[in-house]
């Protein structure tokens, strides 16, 4: 008789989707609410999103306990800037520390796939999006997690981004309005959600722009 083994993981894929848009003067985040394990809904209500400043918001797929440690992380070094420099540290700022963060943690990796918007020092949408080992990239839209695979290419097709290559470099901002770009979101999910298990119940979309932060909801289907 062979012996089986057990074999123990100390990461797990929660699955999800996260979408983020940058515009002339606006940044559009966006993420479902499903959070899975295997053919299991843990919670059909998890946001993925989070604040790390007046102008930065993170959302996250992977494994959303390594996400927790990693919000601590930022949120507690965010802290220690605010308390040095006396201000709110910039979208750029937070980008690079992101990447210090996961790189830090290279050889052990946060299990964790991000995109980074905000605003940056002018007031235009920023974009970054990030592999788990802290390779960083400004782009004018991404998407990461369990539906990237269907809603990047729909992307590609609407909004295709100015190669890096070309000069001289041209903004990665969309042209898009941004009343325009949240239907796009709503209909990269509600396209996404019919094909990825692991997407779907709620979507939750943040707005920032040069008058704040504002929130909102779209059901998705729930099977």
């Not at 993420?31 to 930065?56: E, F, H, P, V, W």
């Not at 440690?69 to 910039?90: E, G, P, T």
Request: with cysteine; hydrophobic share 35%.
């Amino acid at each position: 008789m062979t012996k089986q083994q057990a074999n123990w993981s100390p990461y797990d894929n929660n699955g999800g989707t996260c979408v983020a848009i940058a515009g002339a003067d606006y940044c559009v985040i966006a993420a479902d609410t499903r959070m899975s394990s295997g053919y299991n809904i843990l919670t059909r209500d998890y946001s993925k999103i989070i604040q790390l400043a007046d102008k930065s918001v993170m959302a996250s797929s992977g494994f959303q306990a390594d996400v927790r440690a990693l919000q601590k992380v930022l949120a507690s070094r965010h802290l220690l800037y605010q308390h040095q420099h006396n201000k709110q540290m910039s979208c750029p700022a937070m980008a690079q520390l992101l990447s210090n963060t996961l790189y830090y943690k290279r050889f052990f990796p946060y299990y964790a796939f991000n995109v980074l918007g905000g605003l940056d020092n002018e007031g235009k949408g920023c974009v970054f999006t990030y592999d788990a080992v802290g390779s960083y990239e400004r782009v004018g839209y991404s998407s990461q997690g369990s539906g990237s695979t269907l809603i990047t290419p729909f992307l590609d097709n609407q909004l295709k981004s100015p190669s890096p290559l070309l000069l001289p470099a041209k903004d990665a901002v969309t042209p898009l309005s941004e009343a325009e770009a949240i239907d796009l979101v709503k209909t990269c999910f509600a396209s996404a959600t019919e094909r990825d298990i692991y997407t779907g119940d709620k979507l939750e979309i943040v707005v920032l722009n040069a008058s704040g932060l504002r929130s909102e909801y779209m059901e998705l289907r729930k099977d």
